[in-house]
Structure formats: C-alpha cells, structure tokens
C-alpha cells in the first residue's frame, strides 16, 4: 500500500505562514499528480494545488500568489508553502496522488494535518 504521510499543520496569525509537507512511502517519481486538498467543517472538500511530473502546477484562485506547491524527489516528499494566511484558510489539509495506468487510475489519501489560522 501506498501510505501518504501529512506534516507542517498547526496555528497561525493572519499573515503568517506555514509549510506544509506530504511524505509519500515510494518513489514520488511514480506518481503522475500530487495534489493538496483541503476541507473546513461543513464545507466540501476543495483543491488547493496540484502539480504534474513535468511539474506544471495549478492553484485555487483564492490562493494564487499566496500559496506555492512543490516537490523534492530526492526526499520523496511534496510541500505546500503557505504565506499571507487567512482565517479562510482554516481547514484541514490532505495530500493526494495519482498513479494512472492505460485509461484507470488509483488514487492515494493521507490522513489530513490541521491548519487554523486567528487572532
């Protein structure tokens, strides 16, 4: 099995920051996306940022600018550089993966590490 380890969560004032990281129990190598998600109580779960083995990347429009997703392969692990926090931001964070082979796919889940950000 596929295990997706979260780490980096935590308290933070509005415009601070945290780095958040995905440790992933194989070569990230393999994995065709990695992606962090997101999901605050009451609300569904949304994609925060995404990156592809070229390491093109996405973001959500409420974090451009703000957040920055990136990996080390050597380490096998993925980061989310927060900056400039929000309240809004509070919510919890889960890594993902996809591994894509012919036209299916297996999809990876950590177990979330919690942000909240206040005053």
């Known amino acids: 099995q596929v295990q997706l380890l979260e780490s980096g969560g935590g308290s933070a004032q509005p415009g601070g920051s945290l780095r958040l990281s995905c440790a992933a129990s194989r070569s990230i190598r393999s994995f065709n996306a990695m992606d962090w998600y997101r999901q605050a109580p009451g609300k569904q779960r949304e994609l925060v940022a995404g990156i592809l083995r070229d390491d093109s990347t996405n973001y959500a429009d409420s974090v451009k600018g703000r957040f920055t997703i990136s990996r080390d392969n050597a380490k096998n692990t993925m980061y989310l550089q927060m900056n400039s926090l929000k309240p809004e931001d509070t919510a919890g964070y889960y890594c993902?993966?996809?591994?894509?082979?012919?036209?299916?796919?297996?999809?990876?889940w950590g177990q979330g590490t919690q942000v909240t950000v206040s005053s």
């Open positions: 993902h993966a996809t591994i894509r082979i012919l036209d299916t796919s297996r999809d990876y």
